[in-house]
């Protein structure tokens, strides 16, 4: 009988433990001088390097303003969002809810892009989109996140004069290979557009899906005929790719979307995509001198080259230290925030940035070529996405207007229709 | 007795829960919904699992179902964000159920491990449609819900939600219940215990267990009706095979055959998940420990544990006792 009452003693302990720990998650106050910013970036999972990459770079500038931002100390709370969309749904709540954050930053996968835009609205919080580029979140679907603001890109934005840029080389028929998802759909969907309305045609649409590592399927089938392969391919794909091309005896050019070569995979990659051509709006071999100053900073620092990821998320965090300077380091609330970001011109590490009316950046987009040369002045020869040509002020809407390009549907596996497919 | 003691903890647990929550953090009330959701899906899968002896793989499967179903009725048609919501619920457990029984037709003719294959196989499947069926399912995006529904009561308020799924939880458990201690329930444990012994005693041991699989299904669509409003998302990622392994070890954990202990293990790999995780970035390893250990020192599960002290500290009292004896005699 005694034993009985003891178990019921330890039970009600448990029991009132249980009630002491919910109690205990105090929600702690924000000071008027404070800003608390979230960050969601993957920490776990295979695109933990890139979330690295993500949060170096926002952590470079702060450390650089010293955790200051216009007389604002800055509280940066990161959380690993492991690459899956629920799972950031998830810490954005706990970011809003228990670190009571003004603001939260991040999100890689497009998909990821279109699962946190919601919740901004539903909590009224600010979700500034480093990098996520799900292009309708600043397109079709923009009234309905008033709370956000992109500071990295939509897919299909470097892809419209990539397009153009083809067709000057005189490319006619071009074959795409691209990782079967959302942000692959955007980025081919915008290349074959501009590509296809300056005279050329796309004859081969293949999709492989996200991860792929074998390509001995899709290569063979390529057809012969094509001038030129362009690929968007994502992560570990990225490396495998050119790898195959090449032991096939490739001897197309081979294009494409920034991913597949950005400063992130190229240090892995050999001599064979030597020559191969991109388009992002950042490249590590800008010939600038802020820019040759921020890749030795970030390479002293972290070791590697910057990617695009490192430098739009440092562009971020100088984004909303402008802001605030122009507040006097005061939280003005989050609609008159996207309102004083909006209205900022910033001279950025990749150049002029400003936001459109649907807020999201108006910047250069570099054509750029794999080369291996001596850069910024380090001694050995690497592998650097030289700048062959630049397009300055691209908008998401590239030369067709805002009222006739949100007239067509999102770009996707069926759209545009591939005309010239057999 | 025993019966009767265990049930008025189990009670006293619950009114707890519900006059403790109110009081605690809004993020924390969130995750006690999350976990409760989680508790459903897993109480479904014990059905299976610890009664009947059906290691399912699959359970994330209608957990998808229920999901799917609500986001494109809210998000397409914009039913079910009033009153309709118990439509929604109606039809959610229905789907669940049809999809089990044609799921079942498939999986029940096999055992052991060969069960768990076919339910991974046809969980995946599921994952597969809501992965490439674009045009319904939004593919890798998702599906984003329109706010949560309102009838007289505000379901976006976290407190009123968290209640509402509180009552489902209860629901769920005290049905579960009834079923497991009914004669129905008693025959799948001897089908769990020795099939072949039923069989020929004259049950059709197939049936039960298809209808138990159905029942499972039924009460992973509730779940997954209550997740799509939960997160305000439903993805692929939600049904990935995934889901059906965290369905599983939370009921190992809890321990299986309980009910209760599905219930234990949802909240305890929620907390360490979505808790732990904001403050230690190696919580995975404490996920894994406790897993390990609990495998290897308590198979019972973690409801064991009171039952184990009892016997340490009785084993205790007798061997002290039997050696002051011996002490004693010359």
């Known amino acids: 009988m005694k034993a009985k009452i003891t178990d019921r003693l330890g039970w009600m302990a448990s029991v009132a433990l249980f009630a002491l720990g919910l109690g205990a998650g105090a929600p702690p106050a924000t000071a008027a001088e404070e800003l608390r910013i979230g960050f969601l970036a993957p920490l776990t999972g295979p695109f933990a390097q890139i979330g690295k990459d993500m949060v170096n770079g926002f952590q470079l500038y702060l450390d650089e303003a010293g955790g200051n931002f ?14 899956k969309p629920p799972v950031n749904v998830r810490k954005a709540e706990k970011l809003i809810r228990q670190d009571k954050v003004q603001m939260f ?12 835009a919601p919740v901004s609205t539903r909590h009224k919080t600010v979700y500034v989109s480093s990098i996520a580029a799900a292009d309708d979140l600043t397109q079709r679907d923009s009234d309905k996140y008033p709370l956000l603001i992109r500071t990295g890109w939509t897919s299909s934005q470097p892809s419209h004069p990539f397009g153009q840029w083809a067709c000057e080389q005189g490319y006619k028929k071009i074959v795409t290979i ?12 915008g290349f074959q557009k501009a590509f296809e309305d300056c005279g050329g045609k796309v004859i081969q649409k293949m999709w492989p899906p996200l991860g792929t590592k074998d390509f001995g399927p899709f290569i063979p089938a390529i057809k012969k005929d094509t001038d030129a392969i362009f690929t968007l391919m994502v992560g570990p794909m990225a490396l495998q790719l050119p790898k195959q091309l090449k032991d096939s005896g490739n001897k197309k050019p081979v294009i494409g979307g920034g991913t597949s070569y950005d400063e992130y995979v190229l240090p892995s990659m050999g001599d064979e995509v030597l020559g191969h051509v991109s388009a992002l709006q950042y490249s590590a071999a800008i010939d600038t001198p802020k820019n040759a100053a921020f890749v030795k900073k970030y390479r002293e620092k972290y070791g590697k080259v910057p990617s695009y990821y490192s430098e739009s998320n440092y562009t971020t965090a100088q984004w909303i230290h402008e802001a605030l300077k122009k507040t006097g380091g005061k939280w003005p609330g989050p609609e008159k925030f996207v309102q004083v970001m909006s209205q900022i011109q910033l001279d950025a590490v990749r150049g002029p940035v400003r936001l459109d009316e649907m807020r999201n950046p108006v910047h250069t987009i570099y054509i750029k070529k794999v080369e291996k040369k001596k850069m910024h002045g380090y001694p050995n020869d690497e592998l650097w996405n030289s700048v062959i040509k630049s397009y300055p002020d691209v908008g998401q809407f590239w030369k067709y207007g805002k009222a006739d390009f949100l007239k067509q549907p999102v770009y996707s596996r069926d759209y545009p229709p591939c005309k010239y497919c057999e | 007795m025993k019966n009767r003691r265990n049930i008025l903890i189990v009670i006293a647990a619950l009114l707890a829960l519900a006059i403790v929550t109110p009081y605690s953090s809004s993020y924390v009330i969130t995750l006690i919904t999350h976990a409760l959701v989680f508790a459903i899906l897993a109480m479904s899968l014990d059905l299976l699992l610890g009664y009947t002896g059906l290691p399912s793989l699959g359970q994330a ?11 494109i009725l809210a998000a397409d048609y914009g039913f079910g964000l009033g009153w309709s919501f118990w439509v929604v619920i109606v039809l959610g457990m229905l789907l669940g159920a049809a999809t089990a029984a044609f799921f079942g037709l498939f999986a029940i003719r096999a055992t052991g491990v060969y069960f768990l294959m076919i339910t991974l196989a046809l969980g995946m499947c599921v ?11 939004g593919g890798d995006n998702g599906i984003n819900l329109p706010p949560r529904p309102e009838f007289g009561i505000s379901l976006a308020n976290d407190l009123t ?13 005290a049905t579960l219940y009834v079923i497991v201690r009914s004669p129905f329930g008693r025959s799948l444990e001897g089908i769990r215990e020795r099939e072949l012994r039923m069989r020929i005693l004259g049950y059709n041991t197939w049936l039960h267990k298809y209808i138990a699989y159905i029942i499972a299904g039924a009460f992973g669509g509730l779940a997954g009706v209550l997740w799509a409003q939960m997160n305000g998302l439903v993805s692929p990622e939600d049904v990935i095979l995934t889901t059906s392994v965290d ?5 190992v954990l809890g321990g299986p055959g309980t009910l209760v202990g599905g219930a234990i293990g949802a909240l305890v790999v929620t907390f360490l998940r979505d808790y ?40 205790g009292k007798e061997t002290s006792s039997s050696i002051s004896l011996k002490e004693g005699r010359p």
């Open chain 1, 70 to 83: 216009a007389g604002a100390k800055v509280t940066l709370i990161v959380e690993d969002g492991e690459g």
């Open chain 2, 276 to 315: 732990l995780s904001t403050l230690v970035h190696w919580w995975q390893y404490v996920l894994g420990g406790v897993y390990v250990l609990t495998i290897l020192y308590l198979p019972g599960g973690l409801i064991g544990i009171p039952a184990r002290v009892r016997n340490w500290r009785a084993r």
């Open chain 2, 247 to 251: 369905a599983l070890l939370m009921v």
């Open chain 2, 161 to 173: 939600f968290f209640y509402v799924v509180f009552g489902f939880f209860v629901a769920t458990l």
């Open chain 1, 178 to 189: 691209a990782a079967d998802y959302a942000f692959g759909y955007e980025v081919v969907g």
């Open chain 1, 105 to 116: 930053i991040g999100g890689l996968l497009a998909s990821t892009g279109y699962a946190l």
């Open chain 2, 61 to 71: 499967a209608f957990l998808g179902m229920g999901a799917y179903l609500t986001a």
């Open chain 2, 127 to 137: 994952w597969g449609l809501a992965y490439r069926w674009n045009s319904v399912t």
